[in-house]
């Protein structure tokens, strides 16, 4: 797109206010991908977060060591399993002019990949499936204006030119909840739920996930609750609601864990949430954490019937997060399903640094829930806009109808969580087709020719505990449009850019790894997290054997 398109419309007219509120249309739906199986083989070599010795043999899928585990002779163990994943294409805002989705706050995927190229994998051998664009932006913080007027959200947008294809712009959005001081929460009723089966056994799991607990259990105060149910071949109780003024006790019997047997999980998580009803705290954080490498064996072992499970108990007003740890029988599509129907959050845990990230640095975000079911729900406006592309939440989307339906499920979002949202915006050129909603009718209404709004971002949230959805509205008009992006814009399109890469995206147009390290070359990197991605990239492009970088 050229600096003088650009310029015509942020010179459309700003004497029309922006309003907060406005008529909600309807039409249009969108179908949700079927999810397949996609399974790859990996190989496990010292982890550059974790030193230890490597348990499999690099060039062969299978065991080169006798170990305690939870396969049978002649099985293929070395396998990780990935959903398949349909890339979002482009949608004509006369046909389509809604988009619809769940929220998304996990990140798992951001650190899992950062796992694979720690351990030489070429962008090329990275499963599709274990990237989610998504989950790569929402890894990373930005610096959003938070709530105002009592409302649970702030909503941020801006809208430049797209980095990977000059004729079309990008809209960033971004939604904050107001951060909270864990301490200052509500009391906590934990229970730990741990695979200690034997394909636990590996350094980069049962003894990480007890470094990683040890930490969130220092972060725990006095009136806090903690309890630890573990699962192999069985499923036991190892403490039942110890207070946190004893943590030597909930220390002591977590260090004392050891791998060992086959994975029945199913039992142990009923006896998890049966112990987290006993303990229930009311107006308290009552969560299920579940921590493995979801590799079940024994017991119900396929995905809908774990879901199915996980779906009535989530019912108690209990959470259920997600940690997923290890290699090599990974099963990503298993921990991501059992998070997202159990209301709660998905992170992998790839070393101690991520888990004080995810377990104390992020501990209020990831623990007390302030809004349930987040859906979003964006109209275009065809004056301005005539086909759109949603990056990532390929999984997490949702039919029109979905939108106003409480009984579906969706995202939940935490204390101080920020939900990132990236389109791929190709300008109108001509009126759009038919439509009945806000903006169009038989032909573009004149509001919507008056109007400098670009869009319509609508949001659907429940209080936790209640069960009717209340709507908020944000008119994204074009004041939101520039020339000059900030920081957090261009590197929120930095990491969607490589996502793309890594995934060959057909719609990656001039994206390259080149942009992206001459991109964060030239904007600050806030964090050690965000010099941490420029130096994955850097790295990603090692491994495929391009050393100039």
């Known amino acids: 797109m050229s600096k003088k398109w650009l310029r015509r419309f942020m010179g459309v007219s700003m004497a029309m206010a922006m309003s907060l509120t406005a008529c909600s249309g309807s039409g249009g739906t969108s179908t949700a991908p079927a999810a397949t199986a996609d399974v790859a083989t990996s190989a496990a070599v010292q982890d550059a977060y974790f030193s230890y010795e490597p348990t499999y043999d690099p060039m062969y899928d299978s065991v080169t060591e006798d170990e305690e585990s ?11 399993e990935y959903d398949t994943i349909k890339e979002n294409g482009f949608a004509s805002v006369a046909k389509s002019p809604l988009s619809t989705f769940g929220a998304d706050v996990d ?3 951001y650190s899992n990949v950062r796992r694979l190229i720690n351990m030489g994998y070429t962008p090329d051998a990275i499963p599709n499936g274990a990237v989610r664009t998504e989950e790569m932006v929402n890894y990373f913080s930005y610096s959003y204006n938070g709530p105002e007027d009592g409302e649970p959200f702030g909503v941020n947008a801006m809208i430049s030119q797209c980095p990977w294809n000059e004729d079309n712009l990008l809209l960033h959005l971004g939604l904050q909840t107001e951060a909270v001081d864990f301490s200052q929460a509500g009391d906590s009723n934990i229970v730990f739920l741990i695979d200690v089966s ?11 996930l007890q470094q990683a607990f040890g930490l969130l259990i220092d972060e725990l105060g006095e009136k806090d609750c903690v309890s630890i149910v573990t ?4 499923e036991k109780v190892v403490i039942d609601g110890v207070s946190c003024d004893d943590k030597d006790q909930v220390l002591n019997a977590l260090n004392g864990l050891k791998a060992g047997g086959g994975t029945n999980g199913s039992s142990a998580i009923e006896m998890a949430y049966d112990l987290a009803q006993k303990h229930f705290i009311e107006n308290g954080n009552n969560r299920v954490i579940l921590a493995s490498d979801g590799d079940w064996n024994i017991g119900i072992t396929s995905q809908s019937e774990l879901s199915e499970l996980i779906k009535k108990k989530k019912e108690s007003g209990i959470y259920l997060s997600v940690l997923g740890f290890g290699m090599g029988n990974y099963s990503d599509s298993r921990m991501q399903t059992m998070a997202d129907d159990g209301n709660g959050n998905y992170a992998y845990i790839d070393s101690l640094r991520e888990a004080k990230k995810v377990l104390v640095e992020e501990l209020g975000a990831n623990m007390v829930a302030v809004a349930d079911d987040v859906k979003l729900q964006v109209e275009f406006n065809p004056v301005y806009v005539s086909e759109y592309r949603l990056l990532g939440y390929e999984n997490r989307r949702l039919n029109t109808e979905d939108f106003e339906d409480d009984t579906k499920d969706a995202g939940e979002v935490g204390a101080g969580h920020s939900v990132t949202v990236l389109y791929e915006l190709v300008p109108a050129k001509e009126e759009a087709e038919e439509s009945d909603l806000k903006y169009q009718e038989s032909t573009i209404t004149e509001d919507a020719k008056n109007s400098n709004e670009w869009l319509t971002l609508a949001v659907r ?14 008119p994204i008009g074009a004041d939101r449009l520039t020339e000059t992006p900030n920081d957090d814009y261009r590197f929120s399109a930095a990491v969607a850019e490589f996502s793309m890469l890594l995934r060959n995206s057909e719609y990656k147009g001039n994206a390259s790894y080149e942009h992206v390290l001459n991109t964060l070359s030239n904007i600050k990197l806030s964090d050690e997290y965000r010099e941490e991605f420029r130096d994955m990239v850097r790295m990603a492009v090692n491994n495929s054997g391009d050393t100039q970088w």
Do not use: R
């Open 107 to 109: 990140t798992a995927s």
């Open 70 to 80: 939870d396969t049978v002779e002649g099985e293929e163990f070395n396998t990780e």
């Open 198 to 208: 034997g394909s636990m056994s590996d350094e980069n799991k049962l003894p990480l």
């Open 231 to 234: 699962y192999a071949s069985g």
């Open 461 to 474: 949230y429940k209080k936790p505990g209640e069960s009717t959805s209340q709507l908020l509205e944000y």
